[in-house]
């Protein structure tokens, strides 16, 4: 006859491996899924554009920040973590990303959204190099499943652009 021990052994180690069995399945499952996104971002006004008293140039946007990420949301998604950067280059560094925005869609009926707001974080170039350039807004996303890989993409919007002057 066997021990307590030894079955109850044998019962957690099969409850273990029923759970990590269940668990691939539900990562495994989400690579069915295609999401179709859609986002829509506005500058409505530059507030400001200086140079700062160190040489670096500072900008402070308002933008219309429209998105849906409901189709990121499965059964197996916990969180989608959203931000907004702007992206531009520079003749020192090829690719130079700014965060403006950035939030965290806990539920999928929270997941379309429509926000008028300022820039939260400072779009701020390490210099004097924002005069004039043309920049892309890409709205990045991470989908933060409840077991299994995270996965990333973005939406890059393109077209804008910065005054020749400081205001």
Known sequence: MHSFGYR???L???AVTILAVMCAMASFSDSFNSPSPTADVQVLNINWFQKQPN?????SLTLNISADLQSLFTWNTKQVFVFLAAEYETPKNSMNQVSLWDGIVPAKEHAKF???TTNKYRFTDQG????GKE????LHWHVMPKTGKM?????????FSLPEEYR
């Open 8 to 10: 109850a052994n044998a």
């Open 12 to 14: 957690f180690t099969f």
């Open 55 to 59: 040489g670096n140039d500072e900008v």
């Open 114 to 116: 429509w926000i008028h």
């Open 128 to 131: 004097s190099n924002l005069r």
């Open 135 to 138: 920049f892309n807004l890409t």
């Open 151 to 159: 996965f990333a993409d973005k939406i890059v919007m393109s077209g």
